[in-house]
């Protein structure tokens, strides 16, 4: 996940061993689930998923991304100017 922490833009680098269907949320400290978010099929290898985090406050959130192989939790962080 790159940059961290982001602005306006928030990337994930995903490497992935198979297509695969993908569902990215970022959600609030709480657990709630925010505006920039994506669900759709990826293939195979190296992806990248740009989401817009402009609507997005200042603040700690966490990105979830789901597959059907599992779920990872990272840590983001939101700066505005």
């Known amino acids: 996940m790159f940059p961290n922490p982001a602005n306006n ?6 490497d992935l061993k198979k297509p695969q269907q993908v569902d990215v ?8 689930k925010q505006t ?3 669900t759709g099929s ?3 290898g190296s992806q990248t998923i740009s989401l817009n985090t ?6 700690i959130y966490m990105v979830s991304i789901q597959t059907p192989e ?7 962080n939101i700066i505005k100017d």
Request: glycine share 10%; proline share 0%; hydrophobic share 55%.
């Open 9 to 14: 833009v928030v990337n994930l680098q995903l």
């Open 25 to 32: 949320a970022i959600l609030s400290i709480d657990g709630k």
């Open 36 to 38: 920039a978010n994506y």
């Open 42 to 44: 990826l293939l195979a």
């Open 54 to 59: 402009t609507a997005l406050a200042s603040g």
């Open 70 to 76: 599992g779920r990872l939790v990272k840590k983001l």
